[in-house]
């Protein structure tokens, strides 16, 4: 099914009370793709992230997932379609241990596939079956972020969401977290949406981009379209490490 859209955002605008913090954003990730929203902070990106799960909800547009129209669901319906997040901040609760947050990863299907999944998250991360009874609050920033994406896989998702999963980390463990999201797309065809201000690595990444400016999208193309755009290099690039 390579080429279908399987998430289609038409004319999203999202408010915080009357501020507007969207205003009118088209994005369409398809089937197998890693798409990639990058753009500086306070551009919108996680209200994009968060709209999709309808909070906050979209007040104008249309949020459509594999041919559904999800604008209004309530945000456990949308999990139940198969779309998994792992947010800013990584949100993994930090007085459970790596095992315990791996079960509420797959209570969306009472835990019915957990033990075929967990050994194929800690084959993507096998620092993750190290710690298995460690508290989540005690782990490296880095490990917390690959137990907020292996929670995230545990509800075996058709569409992994990420947000900014590179924040904070070393150079060394970014390459693994990426390194694993390309094994996770090409290996299993998983389709990703990556929000990053890590634009270089995000764009590496990604079969396509999106740039967001104060809530628009400004600019879109392939990953290696947008890397070698001179805007883009400019406002996003240059300085950085490349
Ligand atoms: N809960 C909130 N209440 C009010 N304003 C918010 C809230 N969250 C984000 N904003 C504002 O919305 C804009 C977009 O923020 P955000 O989506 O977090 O950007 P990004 O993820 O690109 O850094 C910013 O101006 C931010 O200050
Ligand atoms: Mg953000």
């Given at each position: 099914m390579a080429g279908t859209t399987l998430l289609d955002i038409k004319g999203v605008q999202t408010y915080y009370g009357n501020i507007r913090a969207l205003n009118?954003?088209?994005?369409?990730?398809?089937?197998?793709?890693?798409?990639?929203?990058?753009?500086?902070?306070?551009?919108?990106?996680?209200?994009?992230?968060?709209?999709?799960?309808?909070?906050?909800?979209?007040?104008?547009?249309t949020i459509t997932f594999a041919g559904t129209d999800i604008t209004q669901?309530?945000?456990?319906?949308?999990?139940?379609?198969?779309?998994?997040?792992?947010?800013?901040?990584?949100?993994?609760?930090?007085?459970?241990?790596?095992?315990?947050?791996?079960?509420?990863?797959?209570s969306l299907d009472n835990l019915k596939h957990y033990e075929e999944d967990v050994e194929k998250v800690?084959?993507?991360?096998?620092?993750?079956?190290?710690?298995?009874?460690?508290?989540?609050?005690?782990?490296?920033?880095?490990?917390?972020?690959?137990?907020?994406?292996?929670?995230?896989?545990?509800?075996?998702?058709?569409?992994?969401l990420l947000d900014e999963p590179s924040l904070g980390l070393a150079p060394l463990i970014v390459k693994q977290i990426f390194d694993a999201i390309r094994e996770l797309n090409r290996t299993q065809g998983l389709t990703v949406f990556l929000v990053e201000q890590n634009a270089f690595g995000a764009l590496k990444l990604a079969t396509r981009g999106y740039v967001m400016v104060n809530?628009?999208?400004?600019?879109?193309?392939?990953?290696?379209?947008?890397?070698?755009?001179?805007?883009?290099?400019?406002?996003?690039?240059?300085?950085?490490?490349h």
């Open positions: 009118g954003v088209d994005v369409t990730v398809k089937q197998g793709e890693i798409v990639a929203l990058i753009g500086a902070n306070g551009a919108g990106k996680s209200t994009l992230m968060m709209t999709i799960f309808g909070a906050p909800r979209a007040r104008a547009g669901l309530p945000t456990h319906e949308i999990a139940r379609m198969r779309i998994a997040q792992s947010p800013e901040g990584r949100r993994i609760f930090p007085r459970m241990t790596v095992m315990e947050n791996l079960q509420m990863g797959a800690f084959t993507l991360f096998p620092r993750l079956k190290e710690r298995i009874a460690q508290r989540g609050g005690t782990l490296s920033g880095g490990e917390q972020q690959m137990l907020s994406i292996a929670r995230a896989l545990m509800a075996r998702p058709k569409l992994l809530g628009n999208v400004t600019m879109s193309g392939t990953g290696k379209e947008l890397l070698a755009n001179p805007e883009v290099r400019a406002a996003y690039l240059e300085g950085g490490h």
